[in-house]
């Protein structure tokens, strides 16, 4: 579907009323869509399409405007929230009652790792370096000599 810009429908729109105007007395009634027309007939129609394209433009533009004022006070929101939790959470502490009321959770404790866990992540990490060729600073100075060009 070819999709046009409002403002060419318009002015196409009025360039064909100003044409009826001129022709409104000598042009017959015309059979269009199989809707029987008379000049007026057309005429008012393309006047109340042009009324309602002009009022589909003003409608998008105040609908942006909202959509643009909304995503600036979203940001804004963000930050002020954010920081809002910093000083309630330094001032009563994140167990307070102020927190809570305004809806502020204390972070989670973390969950300490039991020996078994402490073994398998010690273990992983030293797969890993291996896999990736990763060297400490005294590993590759003793490479490094070792080594002869």
Same mark, same amino acid.
């Given at each position: 579907?070819?999709? =046009? ?12 009323? !100003? ?6 007395? =000598? ?11 008379? #000049? ?6 393309? !006047?109340? +399409? ?31 929230? +954010?920081?809002? !939790? ?10 307070? #009652?102020? @927190?809570? @009321? ?9 969950? #300490?790792? =039991? ?7 010690? @273990?992983?990490?030293? @797969? ?17 000599? =070792?080594?002869? #060009?």
């Amino acid at each position: 579907m070819k999709t =046009t810009r409002l403002s060419t429908l318009i002015a196409e729109d009025q360039r064909v009323l !100003r044409g009826l105007d001129q022709l409104q007395s =000598t042009m017959p009634d015309v059979l269009l869509g199989g809707v029987k027309y008379t #000049p007026e007939g057309l005429a008012a129609f393309l !006047r109340a +399409r042009i009324a309602a394209a002009i009022a589909v433009g003003s409608t998008k533009a105040h609908w942006l405007h909202a959509i643009e004022t909304h995503n600036a006070l979203d940001k804004q929101r963000d930050v002020l929230l +954010r920081e809002l !939790r910093v000083v309630v959470m330094a001032m009563f502490g994140p167990d307070s #009652p102020q @927190a809570s @009321a305004l809806g502020f959770r204390p972070a989670k404790k973390r969950t #300490p790792l =039991t020996p078994a866990q402490k073994v398998a992540r010690a @273990a992983k990490s030293l @797969a890993t370096r291996k896999a990736r060729g990763t060297l400490g600073s005294r590993q590759r100075v003793a490479l490094t000599l =070792t080594s002869e #060009p």
